[in-house]
């Protein structure tokens, strides 16, 4: 379903930074009103307060500072959505955290803190915004997965495993969502200029991989935002992740055998 944004109310989580923060002022910059959600107050206050001054009265901003983990967190995203912007058309699953450590190192704290951010608050969060998108004008979904998440690399085993989760819910949820008119957009970024790997929860180790550049947030945020706009399914915005994926989907005993170089 291809769509407009303008005056899509949308619910966002991740939002204080990186991928997240960008794509707030892209969505705003379409004409969409927003309800931000992230742990770190300050940055996103600045944020938001960016996007006031930035568009004035013409967009609706309202922020919610918390834990995506926290159910209370959860249920005040979706209040503040319908309180404050009347309801809810978009909900964008960016919030996440990243680990780096290999499968005999990984620790069960990292284990169930991974999957309690990137997968566990998703589907739950999704499920709360369910009969709210059901009601929604052009109503759709985008969670954000990783090419991790498409295909298992070295030293990224329990963050990988959370994102294939995402990208395994997601195309269930497109196909369930689908009586309902609900869009479901996956989207799998490769290596990106962000906080990433400064805040990792575990950084045991890392596969020493070949040079590649990194794309901007900007990059991705608008390639996501063309994406909701057209109405497709997926994307990777990341050419040499799209190779990858090509490869692992068409030569899954050579992907194999180049992943074991980097262990």
Not at 55 to 70: E, M, N, P
């Amino acid at each position: 379903m291809k769509r407009t944004l303008k005056n899509s109310r949308i619910l966002l989580t991740g939002a204080s930074s990186g991928i997240g923060a960008v794509l707030a002022f892209e969505l705003a910059k379409e004409g969409a009103d927003l309800v931000l959600l992230a742990r770190r107050e300050n940055r996103l206050q600045e944020i938001a307060e960016q996007i006031r001054k930035t568009f004035g009265d013409s967009r609706k901003v309202a922020t919610v500072i918390g834990d995506i983990t926290d159910s209370t967190v959860r249920q005040a995203a979706i209040q503040t959505a319908v309180g404050e912007l009347g309801g809810l058309d978009i909900l964008i699953n960016n919030a996440g955290v990243g680990a780096t450590a290999l499968v005999e190192s990984t620790t069960q704290e990292t284990l169930r803190r991974i999957f309690e951010v990137n997968f566990f608050a998703l589907f739950e969060l999704t499920q709360l915004a369910l009969p709210h998108l059901k009601l929604g004008n052009q109503p759709m979904v985008i969670n954000l997965s990783s090419i991790v998440g498409l295909r298992g690399v070295p030293h990224y085993g329990v963050y990988g495993a959370a994102k294939f989760a995402v990208s395994g819910i997601s195309e269930t949820m497109r196909a369930e969502f689908s009586r309902y008119g609900i869009d479901v957009l996956l989207v799998c970024p490769g290596t990106t200029q962000t906080e990433f790997f400064d805040v990792l929860y575990q950084s045991s180790s890392a596969p020493d991989m070949p040079v590649h550049h990194a794309v901007t947030p900007e990059y991705v945020a608008i390639r996501i935002v063309r994406a909701m706009k057209k109405g497709k399914h997926k994307i990777i915005p990341y050419f040499q992740a799209v190779i990858l994926d090509y490869l692992n989907r068409y030569a899954p005993w050579f992907t194999d055998w180049i992943m074991t170089k980097y262990v």
